[in-house]
């Protein structure tokens, strides 16, 4: 908490990488997750796509929702997301940006387990706004 009471922002204290297959397309991938200031929010950047676009995690870039959530904007989408979602509400990850190369972060065993030890060992930080 902040000293006027208000929840701090979170972000990681260093980055994370991770690579698996895609559970909708089966295709292997690889994701990093970095540290982002304040206010940046849960964002996924299509680092294997020409100019390397950026989605943010939110309603308003929702694409799809057949078996998966899909995020998309122009003809850059990122599927799968609430596998990695889950674990970073779980542990109040505000502010963080998710470097993917390819369509859909590694769905690992399908849970969130992996993602989860990976974030604890990175560390969390409270951010001041």
């Not at 943010?56 to 899909?70: K, L, M």
């Not at 989408?77 to 990695?84: M, P």
């Not at 769905?107 to 989860?116: I, Q, Y």
Request: net charge negative; with cysteine.
């Amino acid at each position: 908490m902040s000293p006027n009471g208000e929840r701090l922002q979170r972000t990681l204290s260093s980055g994370i990488t991770l690579d698996g297959k895609g559970l909708h397309t089966g295709k292997p991938v690889r994701a990093t997750l970095r540290p982002a200031p304040v206010g940046t929010g849960i964002v996924f950047r299509r680092v294997d796509l020409q100019d390397q676009p950026l989605l943010a995690a939110t309603v308003d870039s929702v694409a799809g929702t057949s078996w998966e959530t899909v995020l998309g904007e122009g003809e850059a989408t990122v599927g799968t997301i609430e596998h990695l979602l889950a674990p970073l509400t779980v542990f109040g990850i505000d502010n963080v940006e998710i470097r993917l190369e390819g369509p859909e972060p590694p769905a690992l065993d399908g849970s969130g387990r992996e993602w989860c030890d990976l974030i604890l060992e990175a560390g969390i930080e409270d951010q001041a706004g």
